[in-house]
């Protein structure tokens, strides 16, 4: 509804702001989210955080509500620039061991195939 509400947990208010600050550094999609809000405006950044932790937060609902797993749709990552949909590709690891500890994220391609993958760790990267 444009804000945020001080009617719920305040605990769960928090947590979600922290996810949205951590995922709009680290998950290219919505790190495009916080850009677009922001607009390069220093006093928007809490508004563009509040806008990916509600994002987070529909993403969450939906998936409770549809009781299915989270799946990146084909669609949606053609509809990013360029150079966005660049840094997802090229941020992500298809091959990862099966007892990996890191977080398994699903993505659709053209065919609408279900590919699993992880986010390569940037500072391990780095160093290769």
Do not use: C, W
Request: hydrophobic share 35%.
């Amino acid at each position: 509804m444009g804000k945020i509400s001080k009617k719920g947990s305040k605990y769960l208010r928090h947590a979600l702001y922290m996810i949205a600050e951590f995922a709009r550094r680290h998950n290219p999609v919505l790190k495009h989210l916080f850009e677009r809000v922001k607009n390069g405006n220093k006093k928007r950044h809490k508004l563009a955080v509040i806008a990916v932790a509600n994002r987070i937060a529909r993403y969450i609902y939906s998936i409770m509500k549809s009781e299915s797993s989270f799946v990146i749709i084909h669609e949606n990552i053609m509809r990013l620039p360029e150079e966005t949909r660049n840094t997802f590709f090229n941020s992500i690891s298809l091959d990862f061991p099966k007892n990996t500890r890191k977080q398994i994220y699903q993505y659709s391609d053209v065919n609408g195939e279900i590919h699993r993958f992880v986010y390569k760790n940037e500072t391990t990267e780095s160093i290769v």
